[in-house]
């Protein structure tokens, strides 16, 4: 008995008119969620990231910002051919750079110099120079009366471009 005044309460027509409205307003409400989630994939980088890059990457056996880096190692070059301060700047920016490719490709630690001691010549053919590279560039960094002339600057450089074209991303 208790249980057919529940579905009769149910089935009253003014409860089902006001349960109408009430469906129509979830309705409304789903129908502007869904369509926000979508313009928010198509407006962010997100769904480019998950489906997209990876693909690219997966087909073609090279990294997606490949030519990003390369554009970024250009403007580090051209820095390089002015001496004194920007010749200095540019070994940083390509130190800075060797760190963050390293940090993608997943090497472990907190700076570079902690990324660089696991690595054999297996995995990076100038590994010995490039230490010493970075190891100027934290002379240079801790000591601002560290003299360095255009040569050797060009041939710090050089070490980094060698080690940028072992790991494939130049």
């Known amino acids: 008995m208790a249980l057919e005044t529940i579905i009769q309460f149910i089935l009253n027509p003014v409860l089902s008119g006001n349960l109408l409205i009430l469906k129509l ?11 926000f989630i979508i313009f928010a994939l198509i407006k962010t980088d997100w769904l480019h990231q998950l489906m997209l890059w990876d693909w690219m990457e997966f087909l073609t056996y090279k990294y997606h910002g490949l030519s990003a880096v390369k554009k970024r190692w250009a403007k580090i070059r051209g820095k390089s051919r002015i001496s004194g301060a920007e010749a200095r700047l540019a ?22 110099k902690e990324r660089l001691e696991p690595m054999t ?50």
Do not use: C, T, W
């Open 25 to 35: 307003v979830f309705i409304i409400l789903s129908l502007f969620f869904i369509l």
């Open 91 to 112: 070994i940083i920016e390509a130190d800075n750079l060797l760190n963050e490719i390293l940090i993608k490709m997943g090497f472990m630690g907190k700076v570079l």
């Open 121 to 170: 010549p297996d995995i990076l053919e100038n590994i010995k120079q490039v230490k010493k590279a970075h190891q100027i560039r934290l002379s240079m960094v801790d000591d601002p009366d560290y003299h360095l002339d255009s040569a050797s600057a060009h041939k710090v450089l050089q070490v980094y471009e060698e080690a940028l074209e072992n790991l494939q991303v130049l």
